[in-house]
């Protein structure tokens, strides 16, 4: 038990239970332990350990605390059963599931356990509140597509967050927008190496964050604008510039790697590497200005424009300042135009 700022004048004095700040993986420990559940072929089951009355009563009759399944590379071996143990436990609360997935072609232990894993959580796939997945495979391993196959043709009501973070890079963002479409009260989506797909955002939709995704064209992130009515942070964190440009995509390539791009015409607007984020900007700014709260844009240095994309993007940020305002926080972290953040142009957090 935690004594919370007892003061000498205070006549209440307010007690915090030390049990619900205790991670999963701790009360699995504390509370579940193996058991011969037959001499002559050596099953066990998992069960709740009598440690004492109190403890008993604190596992069996809350079942948020069991409402944390993880999976990561040094979950050990043989803890499937606990797992559903502990599943068992959390009943018909929400749960947050956490899940970091390595490369196992050679390690079928390690595989076995994986598969059990989301197989036990798609299992529980209604009560998804949030899903978190670090995605480190390579080749030709991908339980994205399992995961995303499990959750085809079901819904996920309570999902309200979703991350995905991978180094793969091997164009299977669309399973991600799988997972996404079933989730139809979805706020926070967190995106990073993925193929963007806006058309598939859902409109509940509150907060954005894209890292480094690809951005095949302008239009996916219109219809996305179009889409979510309720977005209030939207998040784009691109790397440094590489040009690219084709004679045969000059009409509505945007590179995945950064905001800007080798000169191209769209419509009666030429752009230079340093103007593309700037013309970008200054498209959305009718569709952005009305919900969206906070917006953050990292894109090329301002080191590396020069001339006249310097003076073409103050007169862009000009422009912005009249909806500036309107933003409650407005970054452009080492973005097309830092260098005039300090001229007072728009309004740094």
């Not at 480094?212 to 219809?223: G, K, M, P, S, V």
């Not at 969206?292 to 001339?307: F, R």
Request: proline letters at 5%; charged letters at 20%.
């Amino acid at each position: 038990m935690r004594l919370l700022e007892a003061s000498p004048r205070s006549e209440i004095v307010r007690y915090t239970p030390a049990i619900g700040r205790l991670p999963t993986e701790l009360l699995q420990e504390i509370f579940l332990f193996a058991v011969d559940d037959d001499d002559k072929h050596k099953h066990t089951k998992w069960v709740v350990s009598h440690v004492c009355r109190h403890w008993r009563h604190v596992a069996t009759h809350y079942p948020r605390l069991w409402s944390r399944m993880r999976f990561d590379p040094t979950t050990r071996l043989g803890s499937r059963r606990l797992l559903q143990a502990a599943s068992q436990m959390a009943q018909a609360v929400d749960l947050d599931i956490c899940m970091t997935w390595s490369a196992t072609s050679s390690n079928w232990a390690g595989r076995r356990e994986k598969a059990n894993f989301i197989a036990l959580a798609l299992s529980r796939r209604s009560q998804w509140k949030s899903l978190v997945i670090t995605d480190n495979e390579f080749g030709v391993e991908s339980n994205l597509a399992v995961l995303a196959e499990g959750v085809r043709h079901a819904a996920l009501p309570r999902l309200k967050s979703v991350q995905y973070h991978t180094t793969r890079n091997g164009g299977e963002g669309h399973r991600v927008f799988e997972l996404v479409t079933s989730a139809s009260n979805l706020e926070v989506l967190n995106l990073r190496n993925v193929d963007f797909m806006g058309r598939r955002v859902p409109e509940r939709l509150r907060i954005l964050r894209l890292d480094n995704c690809n951005l095949r064209t302008i239009d996916a992130l219109y219809e996305m604008l179009a889409l979510v009515p309720n977005l209030k942070v939207l998040h784009i964190s691109i790397p440094c510039p590489t040009p690219a440009y084709t004679s045969t995509t000059t009409h509505n390539l945007f590179p995945c790697y950064s905001f800007a791009c080798s000169p191209w015409d769209y419509g009666h607007i030429h752009t230079t590497p340093g103007l593309c984020g700037s013309w970008l900007l200054r498209t959305w700014a009718p569709s952005i200005y009305g919900p969206l709260e906070t917006l953050v844009l990292t894109a090329c240095p301002s080191t590396q424009l020069k001339g006249e994309q310097k003076l073409a993007t103050r007169r862009f940020l000009k422009r912005l300042q009249p909806g500036a305002g309107k933003f409650r926080r407005s970054m452009f972290l080492n973005c097309l135009a830092l260098h005039y953040l300090s001229c007072g142009l728009c309004n740094p957090c």
